[in-house]
């Protein structure tokens, strides 16, 4: 049996912790689970992996009345609102592929399928992402959470990038615009994509057809057991308390990732005693939104330049090389810094 349970809009945090209550509460009876929720209240929701005072500028989500929830999931920092629909697997192993690659093709296959019934051509993008044209439309995460395991996603049908910007701990300001953009670029929505959202009824319907589908079982609805719900009410205490929220994690990521095939960066190097600062989007492999600034002036012919150019040793030495007389393969490498940056977890999805 897969049960549906049509949560509706739950009030902070309780369309996160509803899929951690109904894996926690996991029994051998308990029927394999989707859920579908709204959350009523802007809110942020960052990965179990990451350090807090790394990842969120605390202090403007304590301005602007925006909670913050840790989840048990990995992954990166999400900003959450009433213009998303999630979307929630909690099943026993079983059900679902043994590699996690799998699981996110098999999830991302119902999410891709609701679009196309909508009329908006997405495609997966391995590892966990669903794209539209190169915009992200939909990032999943998955882990074992108590005797259960889940996938979880999201549908956007609307999504503000101003304050996803905002809500990020970067100390740049030249960084932070470019995150706007980026995310502005990079990232789309039911109302991007089709000129006006459709409702969440619609969605919901397509949803539910598209994971029977893809599950090859029909869904029954269903609702929470006194159990789930006694779960539910401890880890909305848990996953909002200072202790979880603030433990410190290992997850480094040095720049912000819009998708996986998007990062801004920035990077400060020495040229002849003189500071230089350049940053970036670097997207698949090659530079956009290119500032360059050498000292308090701005290098806007050189920064022209590098936009559009790929990241690489042989090609950034000939662009350098046609617009400075001196110091080539120092800008080169300045430049090529900007690539160098792997996640560095410590035990450890979006």
Not at 21 to 27: I, K, Y
Not at 241 to 250: D, I
Not at 315 to 322: K, T
Request: aromatic share 6%; with cysteine; net charge negative.
């Amino acid at each position: 049996m897969l049960r549906l349970i049509d949560a509706g809009v739950l009030a902070h945090p309780g369309a996160q912790t509803i899929y951690h209550a109904v894996a926690h509460a996991w029994t051998d009876e308990t029927p394999d689970t989707i859920v579908f929720a709204t959350p009523a209240d802007p809110h942020v929701c960052i990965g179990l992996h990451q350090d807090i005072d790394r990842e969120i500028d605390r202090a403007y989500c304590e301005r602007h009345g925006i909670p913050i929830v840790r989840r048990e999931l990995g992954g990166g920092a999400v900003y959450c609102d009433r213009d998303q629909l999630f979307v929630q697997w909690i099943m026993r192993p079983s059900r679902l592929p043994v590699r996690v690659d799998e699981r996110f093709r098999l999830y991302g296959a119902a999410i891709v399928e609701t679009h196309r019934a909508l009329g908006i051509d997405a495609v997966v993008r391995p590892v966990n992402d669903v794209h539209v044209g190169g915009r992200k439309v939909c990032g999943t995460g998955a882990a074992r959470i108590g005797g259960a395991e889940v996938v979880v996603g999201n549908f956007l049908f609307d999504f503000d990038t101003e304050t996803m910007a905002n809500v990020l701990r970067i100390e740049s300001p030249l960084v932070r615009d470019k995150v706007r953009r980026g995310l502005e670029r990079y990232m789309s929505t039911f109302a991007r994509e089709l000129g006006a959202a459709p409702s969440v009824d619609v969605v919901k319907e397509h949803c539910r057809a598209a994971c029977a589908r893809v599950l090859g079982e029909p869904l029954v609805d269903g609702a929470l057991t006194d159990a789930e719900r006694d779960a539910m009410a401890a880890l909305d205490a848990r996953l909002t308390s200072a202790a979880f929220v603030g433990e410190p994690g290992g997850l480094a990521r040095d720049g912000v990732k819009i998708h996986q095939d998007v990062w801004v960066r920035e990077r400060t190097s020495r040229l002849d005693d003189t500071t230089v600062r350049i940053a970036a989007c670097v997207h698949a492999g090659r530079l956009e939104d290119v500032t360059v600034r050498v000292g308090d002036e701005s290098f806007d012919r050189l920064a022209r330049a590098l936009d559009g150019a790929p990241v690489t040793e042989a090609g950034l030495r000939a662009i350098i090389g046609d617009e400075l007389t001196r110091g080539v393969d120092q800008w080169v490498d300045a430049v090529m810094e900007l690539t160098k940056a792997p996640e560095t977890p410590s035990g450890v999805t979006t």
